[in-house]
């Protein structure tokens, strides 16, 4: 499970993490509708869609959900732009703020998905050539999309730990 967790006081705010979001891909739709549900650790409480994958949102404790972040219904982007600011999914109380320290912390889940915080440099700087290159293929001509995704896989395939054909990241 990829979610994160900021707890204040009883009151906690729940999102997915910059890792988590970086291997959903572009999200394109939440759904949670589990405001005012008691629900217990590890239940799911929503779920997230991305262009190539559905995916659960579990909680990292027990707990009410008091609040959903409501610009996620017009805006889903916002948890690839700022996963953990704007891209917040629920607010909610927590049933026994002591559980929260039983959860793994920051350096435990840098060990746990095998990248620096909050992931590797070579998937970052895929990420943001693949950002510039959509940019730049959403001008409309097929050829030159065509010339630019070329160029981006040469460029991809250069960069430090690349994955290479047949090999997921």
């Known amino acids: 499970d990829h979610e994160w967790i900021k707890l204040d006081g009883e009151s906690a705010t729940i ?21 005012g549900k008691t629900l217990q650790e590890s239940e799911i409480f929503g779920t997230v869609e991305a262009v190539k994958t559905v995916s659960d949102l579990f909680m990292p404790v027990a707990g009410t959900v008091t609040e959903i972040n409501p610009d996620l219904a017009k805006s889903p982007e916002l948890v690839n732009t700022d996963p953990y600011g704007g891209g917040w999914m629920i607010k909610m109380k927590v049933n026994n703020p002591a559980d929260v320290a039983q959860l793994m912390d920051a ?24 950002t510039i290159f959509r940019l730049i293929g959403g001008l409309g001509s097929k050829l030159w999309v065509a010339i ?9 395939l250069c960069l430090p730990g690349s994955a290479l054909p047949g090999k997921g990241i």
Do not use: S
Not at 148 to 156: E, K
């Open 15 to 35: 999102g997915i993490t910059d890792f988590a979001q970086g291997e959903l891909g572009d999200i394109i739709f939440i759904e949670i509708e589990t405001q």
């Open 107 to 130: 350096e435990a889940y840098k060990k746990l998905i095998g990248g620096e915080w909050p992931y590797n440099f070579a998937y970052a700087e895929k990420k943001k050539l693949m």
């Open 148 to 156: 630019t995704w070329t160029i981006l896989t040469l460029v991809l």
